[in-house]
């Protein structure tokens, strides 16, 4: 990955493309735990890769290139959902579905509609990003000790849930 | 394995991602390659079209760079000086007599062009007043329409008229185009970045509208150089009301410079027993790096793990790992922290990898400016594994040098 950055550095946009698409799952997942809709999601998507693209020559060191971008992408989905919740009217906007075709697993279901969304982003930094502690501090601009509260906090919710679908799931078999 | 485990499992597998979004995710990243394969000189950040809206991206750019902007929602004390009003009356006077007013700008201040695509043609900026020591670095940035007649200033994320910072939007819902709309204006949209030697390091920035359109930016880092000159560099884009499409949002960069005549103290403390394993852990501590300046105290502690080596994925649910030391005197009074140098971060490490026998770390915190005994005390806490207290060290005062 470190050569594919040199050269987008050097303004390769081949290899700045390569990049993205590495690194698309995750942008996806991330988008998402922060907005639910798919329009947005894009949106925010689209965004940061147009940024990253304009900024790529700052980018002092390589192997932080995915923490960066993951940055860009953060602060382009919070513009959005600031944006969202100042454009609600009177009539209030329904959300869009998050079943939407790719979230078709329980799994992810149970994560976007059970979870808060201040433990998303910060359990799927975590667990599935495995980001480190102090590099989700980074990006979410939080101490260190709150990420860390919002990680357990955000674990035992997951876990009772867990919990409840395992009984549900028992009385539905029995 | 637990449940929890397994849920976990199933979050890292990849996702289908809906037609629709992928779609326009690689329509993007062709009309990138097309771009700049076409012989284009500028690298173009705006104008791909998405979903049929179009959004002036390269306006949002300057967020990248920031740590936060939030608009300073009060007015009549906006200046620099204001943030240092709950510190001691020494440290106040030591900053008003360190505030430099007549910053020197290598490029840019008060430019004006005749250029519609310069930055320079839209708007005016001048760094007005900047304070700096051996710590801490705050800069007020004015942005100025260069015609205040017809625009009114609207930074990147202000998205309603009370994010402006203006007493007379306070209580109003509006939108910045409609309160605009209401006082005769058009906005202009304009968002600032800054160039950091460090792109991970921080930089906070506050807001706020002056009556006629302008607006100040606060910007406020952590001084890393400590050099006597310290050179800057701030970047502007404006979304040209004139223009649509690609060649709306324009960008330039401007230079300035700040003579620090700080002093900064170094001190270094050092353990009575320097073999002292922290009660409860594995960590010695080997330093501890105060920088007194003139207007805060900057604390580095130092620390070994001398445990046996573990997985780098256990570190941060080790005891070990979730350890932050902080600082007492003699008779057990604790020295305030003031949490806003280095962050407050703990466990950075220095050497080695995480979880590794003797693996070194270090923690920064800023400390409230008071009188430093030769003794302290360093307690260890842990942050997240319950908040308990741990083992205590005393460390004296070594050697002193000044920067």
Known sequence: MKTLVKKAKRGDADAFVSLIKQNKQSMYK????????????????????????EHIGTLKKEEYFKTWLI???????????????????????????????????????????????????????????????????????????????????????VQKKLEAAHVIRKEQLE | MNQFKKWILEMKQDVTIPSETDEKIEHTLKNLQKETNSDMNEKKSAGFLKSGRYRAVAAVCAVVLLAGSTAYATTGNFSLLS?????????????????????????????????????????????????????????ELEVKPRNTEKYLLKPLDADLANDLGLPEAFDTNLSVEDYARSVGKTPLPVSVDFIRANELDHVSMDY??????????????????????????????????????????????????????????????????????????????????????????????????????????KWEDSVDGDVMFFFFDKDGKPLEDDGVYGGGDGGVLLKGRYGEKNSVYRDSTGLNKTELPDTLVLRARGIFLGKKWFGEVLVRRTEKTIR
């Open chain 2, 83 to 139: 943030d240092f009003r709950n510190d001691s009356s020494e440290v106040k006077e030591r900053a008003q007599s360190m505030l430099i007013t007549d910053v020197k700008q290598t490029t840019g201040k008060d430019t004006e062009t005749e250029d519609a695509s310069k930055v320079s043609y839209w708007v005016t900026s001048k760094v007005k007043e900047a304070v700096c020591d051996k710590n801490t670095v705050l800069v």
């Open chain 1, 30 to 53: 991330v988008a998402k735990a922060i907005l639910k809709s798919e329009d947005d999601a894009a949106d925010a998507i689209q965004d940061t890769i147009l940024v990253a693209w």
């Open chain 1, 71 to 157: 940055r860009i992408l953060i602060n382009e989905s919070n513009r959005i959902y600031r944006q969202r919740q100042s454009c609600i009217s009177d009539e209030k906007i329904p959300e869009a579905a998050v079943f939407e075709n790719g979230y078709q697993t329980v799994e992810w279901n149970l994560f976007f509609e059970s979870i808060d969304e201040k433990y998303r982003l910060v359990l799927l930094l975590y667990y599935v990003e495995q980001f480190k502690v102090r590099e989700i501090a980074e990006l979410l601009q939080l101490s260190q000790s709150n990420v860390k509260k919002r990680l357990s906090e955000g674990r035992r919710q």
């Open chain 2, 208 to 313: 706020q509208m002056q009556k006629d359109g302008s607006v100040i930016f606060k910007l406020q880092f952590n001084n890393y150089d400590k050099t006597e000159l310290l050179k800057y560099r701030y970047g502007i884009v404006v979304t040209r009301p004139d223009v649509s499409g690609e060649k709306a949002n324009i960008r330039d960069y401007f230079d300035f410079e700040l003579e620090d005549q700080s002093k900064g103290t170094v001190v270094h403390y050092k353990p009575v027993d320097k073999n002292q394993i922290v009660k409860g852990t594995h960590l010695v501590v080997e330093d501890v790096e105060i920088e007194e300046s003139d207007l805060s105290i900057g604390a580095k502690v130092t620390y070994r793990y001398t445990g046996e080596t573990m997985p780098e994925d």
